[in-house]
């Protein structure tokens, strides 16, 4: 059984979700609090799985208690719960150590399937959201790869992206064909590729400008 704690301002929502809940043979809402101060008051005294909190809170916001929380307690998981908009606050709170947001416009399946997710080690996010995060990362990534790269690299990759020959490259470099083999060798290493195909998608997609 999943053990919850809601923290949300509005009873609404805390007397809502532990409704939502009470006859699930999965997930128990073991309580609810108020403000973002009470939870520390709670988890100390509680065994809590999982924390689902509105980011508006009084006396500590949601996001400052979800750093603290997390700093104490690495293991228990939190999902952000909140009416603000998740292309705003979604990716932040997850940089932030959240396990999951979930926008109060979804569906309850949602909220649920969210508390599995995070109780099972996961992250959870809408399509949408998990969507742009890969985006973000896959660019982070690309992004480490070109600054390994040195001057010279980088303008033999160019050149090999845009379909030039090995000749070719040390005309327009006045090297060469040989340095250029070396180079490629260095690249297919640092890029991690084995062949020219996969050499040539890896420099399309860093930002060679």
Do not use: C, W
Not at 7 to 22: M, Q, W
Not at 95 to 124: F, H, L, W
Not at 176 to 203: C, F, I, W
């Amino acid at each position: 059984m999943i053990k919850v704690l809601v923290v949300d301002n509005h009873p609404i929502i805390r007397t809502g979700l532990k409704l939502l809940f009470e006859n699930n043979s999965e997930i128990n809402v073991i309580g609810s609090v108020g403000s973002g101060v009470e939870i520390f008051e709670f988890v100390r005294r509680h065994d809590v799985d999982v924390i689902v909190s509105e980011i508006d809170l009084p006396e500590l916001n949601g996001i400052t208690a979800l750093r603290a929380i997390k700093k104490e307690h690495s293991d228990l998981k939190v999902i952000m719960f909140s009416y603000h908009p998740e292309e705003i606050y979604a990716i932040s709170t997850i940089k932030a150590g959240a396990s999951g947001y979930v926008s109060k416009a979804e569906d309850i399946s949602t909220i649920e399937n969210a508390i599995k997710k995070a109780s099972a080690g996961e992250i959870y996010l809408s399509p949408k959201m998990a969507k742009h995060l890969n985006f973000n990362d896959t660019k982070k990534s690309a992004s480490k790869l070109y600054k390994r790269l040195s001057t010279r690299e980088v303008e033999v990759l160019k050149l090999l992206s845009s379909g030039k020959k090995n000749k070719e490259i040390a005309l327009e470099l006045s090297i060469n064909e040989k340095t250029v083999s070396t180079y490629k060798a260095r690249l297919y290493k640092k890029l991690n590729v084995t062949n020219l195909v996969d050499l040539v998608h890896q420099g399309q997609h860093l930002e060679l400008t």
